[in-house]
Each structure stands twice: as structure tokens, then as C-alpha cells.
């Protein structure tokens, strides 16, 4: 097939499949139904002699050909967005689609249910996507364009990833109201914060989070009685045993405002969690992308 006989609006279809790596979420990512997705993949197989995505033992993989076309398709198309649609006709009221993100599931508690109501008000028709990853994982999402935006902290990013702080967070104990160290006379110091055994959250479904990193520097261990890879059953499993869980300050605020436990600073002196943004510089000026940094952005000003 020569060049001026191939479809364009098959490109869109292969630039969400690339990313999406699914047949069905490429259709909602363009909003499209997934036999109207199937039937293009199967026009894009034809006229590129390929397979494009094949099935393996975890899900659809990309073969070499699509793995090669990733990075110049995606600067084409967003070449296209920024220069053709997004600079100058952006409506949030009227975009469509589906905002990728990811943060620690720590930032889900505060941050979700207040970004969540923004854009319903302000982009009702605008979906979000939600995934949790670590920091190097994160910045592989990007490059691989799976996302648009990161949370987090970032101690390290490649150059072509541009970043914006959005806050600093001490670290508060947390426990349940009638906790022995709650009503004690002792002083609150961290020799008794560390007397008693600890529920630790860990994102990789470790026994170290970053307070184990923080308190190595004074040579100082816990006990993890019970570790978890996610928030979920931190409230019931503080509130029924004598565990102290050590959490940043708005996962802490909100385990005391919504399920009533108790939240001290942590009485050590290990500085502060700084989250920041992070996206591909490609996104710089796109304008869906930038409204969307910018409602995360005032979210961080109303906590």
C-alpha cells in the first residue's frame, strides 16, 4: 500500500492500542466501542504486515514492530494535539477521555475524592484512571506514555521528565483513642512510640516503608506486626489491636477525621516527605494535560 492510500484516523487507533496494550480501554480511551477497536487493529495488521500486539502469559504484549513505532507515533500525534487542537480550542466542559494518573496509595485518601469532584463539576464528561506505582515504575509509565501525570517523590527523573513540587509532609504516629501510649503519663518520646509493635503500609508488600529508612539513621528499628500493601484495612486494624502506624500528614489527618484515631507527630527529629508532579516533557504544552496539572495543583492549595 502506498502512503497517500493509508487511513490516517487508523494512527489514533494505534497510538491508543500502543499505550493501552487492550482492546477495550483503547476504545474507551477514544471513546469508541471495542468491535469498532477490533475492526481497526485488524485493518492495521493488514496494511502494516504485522501483529502489532500478541497475546502472552500476563496480557497483550507489543511485538517489535509496534515497540519501535511507539516513540515516533506518539510525537506525531501529540505534535497534531498541540498545534492543531489543544493550544487554542481546550474546554474542559466539553473534553472527553480519560485522565491517567498515578500516585502512592498513600495521596489516594485526601487527594482522589477532592480532584474527583473537581472534574466532575468542571469536566463532567472526562474520565480518570487510577493506578499506584513506585517511583522508578512511575517514570517508566511516563516514557512508555500510561499514564499523563505522577504523584509522588521523585529523588531521581530523567531529564526530559519535568517536575513541580507540591508539598512537604511530617510524618505523624497514629493509633486508636484508647491506645496504652494515649493514655499514659510517660513522655511521648520514640522509645515508646517504638516499644509497641507497628503496622507498616508498603507499596512493594515489603516490611519497610520509608519511616524504617528514616530511623536507620539513628540506628533504630521497629517491629512490623502486621504489613500491608495498601490503606485499605489500616483504620479497623488500628482501632482493634495496639499497633502504631507511622504515616505521612494527610493520610494521617484523614484517619483521624474520618474513622477517629488519633494522630501525634512523630517525636524524632527525620525531616519532611516532599510530594512533587511529575510528567513527560512532550505533555508541556498540551492543553488537556496542563488543565489537569493545574486542578491537581489547587487541590494541594485546599488541603
Request: hydrophobic share 40%.
Amino acid at each position: 500500500m502506498r502512503p497517500k492510500e493509508f487511513d490516517l484516523n487508523l494512527l489514533k487507533v494505534l497510538d491508543a492500542l500502543i499505550a493501552e496494550r487492550n482492546v477495550t480501554k483503547a476504545g474507551q480511551q477514544l471513546s469508541r466501542s471495542q468491535p469498532a477497536i477490533s475492526n481497526a487493529l485488524h485493518r492495521l495488521r493488514g496494511t502494516l504486515s504485522d501483529e502489532l500486539l500478541v497475546r502472552g502469559p500476563s496480557g497483550m504484549t507489543l511485538t517489535p514492530r509496534a515497540e519501535a513505532l511507539r516513540g515516533p507515533l506518539r510525537e506525531v500525534m501529540t505534535l497534531i494535539d498541540e498545534r492543531i487542537f489543544h493550544e487554542a480550542s481546550f474546554d474542559p466542559s466539553r473534553t472527553t477521555g480519560v485522565c491517567r494518573i498515578s500516585m502512592p496509595d498513600r495521596l489516594t485518601l485526601a487527594v482522589i475524592p477532592q480532584l474527583t469532584k473537581r472534574l466532575a463539576k468542571m469536566a463532567p464528561s472526562l474520565d480518570l484512571h487510577l493506578m499506584t506505582a513506585d517511583r522508578r515504575h512511575a517514570v517508566d509509565l511516563l516514557e512508555q506514555d500510561r499514564i499523563d501525570v505522577a504523584l509522588g517523590w521523585f529523588d531521581e527523573k530523567p531529564k526530559h521528565v519535568s517536575s513541580e513540587f507540591l508539598m512537604d509532609e511530617d510524618l505523624f504516629c497514629v493509633f486508636r483513642p484508647n491506645h496504652p501510649i494515649a493514655k499514659s503519663k510517660a513522655r511521648f518520646n520514640i522509645g515508646a512510640v517504638l516499644s509497641y509493635p507497628h503496622l507498616v503500609v508498603s507499596a512493594s508488600g515489603g516490611r519497610i516503608a520509608i519511616f524504617d529508612e528514616l530511623l536507620e539513621r539513628y540506628n533504630l528499628k521497629r517491629r512490623a506486626q502486621v504489613s500491608v500493601s495498601n490503606y485499605t484495612a489500616v483504620p479497623n486494624l488500628l482501632k482493634h489491636s495496639e499497633m502504631i502506624g507511622v504515616f505521612t500528614a494527610l493520610a494521617s489527618m484523614v484517619f483521624e477525621r474520618s474513622f477517629g484515631l488519633v494522630k501525634r507527630r512523630v517525636p524524632l527529629a527525620v525531616g519532611k516527605i516532599a510530594t512533587n508532579m511529575i510528567w513527560h516533557a512532550r505533555s508541556d504544552r498540551d492543553g488537556k494535560q496542563a488543565w489537569l496539572r493545574q486542578q491537581i495543583r489547587e487541590v494541594y492549595n485546599s488541603l
